[in-house]
């Protein structure tokens, strides 16, 4: 956010170009110097979005940074998560995890299918920070660990249904009333102790 002290910028319709002076002074930093100064040490050469306002007095500068560092609200980290899979690599453990997420939500086999939210908290539902607590933990263990995606995927949907089906018939078809978190939780503590159940779970489909 810049604001700048010229009194008549020039812009070409044509190029689409708006051209500054390199006057020194000639702009005042309301809000991003450290990206500003960060682009200006790489060695590349970095684009910033840039907000440039025209005419503003003093105390409407100092005012707009007030504002800018006193009530913005930072991106919640489920919808982090979120946004982070368009750049997450193939091979990573970020992209195993949100296909696994995704995995969960729109298989119509999986228990808690539509009980996903993606980009906030919402109470009865599983967010991306929930779901990574619950499976980081059984990702390096045997034989999940070996397992391909397609193989975890059907460990995972697997071992859910089967929590499913045993909280039915223990408390008499009440799984509406549980958590879906409490799915996610019984996978991670049990998936390294019921070794047998992931590989015969999986040798079954």
């Given at each position: 956010?810049?604001s700048s002290n010229e009194?008549?910028?020039?812009?070409?319709?044509?190029?689409?170009?708006?051209?500054?002076?390199?006057?020194?002074?000639?702009?005042?930093?309301?809000?991003?110097?450290?990206?500003?100064?960060?682009?200006?040490?790489?060695?590349?050469?970095?684009?910033?979005?840039?907000?440039?306002?025209?005419?503003?007095?003093?105390?409407?500068?100092?005012?707009?940074?007030?504002?800018?560092?006193?009530?913005?609200?930072?991106?919640?980290?489920?919808l982090r998560l979120e946004?982070?899979?368009?750049?997450?690599?193939?091979?990573?453990?970020?992209?195993?995890?949100?296909?696994?997420?995704?995995?969960?939500?729109?298989?119509?086999?999986?228990?808690?299918?539509?009980?996903?939210?993606?980009?906030?908290?919402?109470?009865?539902?599983?967010?991306?920070?929930?779901?990574?607590?619950?499976?980081?933990?059984?990702?390096?263990?045997?034989?999940?660990?070996?397992?391909?995606?397609?193989?975890?995927?059907?460990?995972?949907?697997?071992?859910?249904?089967?929590?499913?089906?045993?909280?039915?018939?223990?408390?008499?078809?009440?799984?509406?009333?549980?958590?879906?978190?409490?799915?996610?939780?019984?996978?991670?503590?049990?998936?390294?102790?019921?070794?047998?159940?992931?590989?015969?779970?999986?040798?079954?489909?």
């Open positions: 956010m810049l009194e008549s910028p020039v812009y070409d319709d044509a190029t689409g170009e708006l051209t500054l002076s390199n006057k020194k002074s000639s702009m005042l930093v309301i809000d991003g110097q450290h990206r500003l100064y960060g682009a200006y040490q790489s060695d590349i050469d970095v684009e910033l979005p840039v907000c440039i306002f025209y005419g503003l007095d003093r105390s409407t500068e100092v005012q707009y940074f007030l504002d800018v560092n006193s009530y913005q609200i930072g991106v919640p980290k489920t946004l982070e899979k368009f750049t997450a690599e193939e091979d990573s453990e970020e992209y195993l995890l949100r296909a696994l997420y995704d995995e969960l939500d729109e298989n119509p086999a999986s228990p808690l299918s539509g009980k996903v939210a993606r980009t906030k908290s919402v109470t009865g539902k599983i967010s991306h920070v929930a779901f990574q607590n619950a499976l980081k933990p059984v990702l390096d263990k045997a034989p999940f660990k070996g397992f391909d995606l397609s193989q975890k995927k059907k460990v995972l949907i697997n071992f859910l249904r089967a929590v499913e089906t045993i909280l039915q018939e223990i408390f008499d078809d009440c799984t509406g009333q549980l958590k879906p978190d409490t799915f996610l939780c019984e996978f991670s503590k049990l998936i390294g102790d019921k070794l047998p159940f992931a590989e015969c779970s999986l040798s079954r489909l």
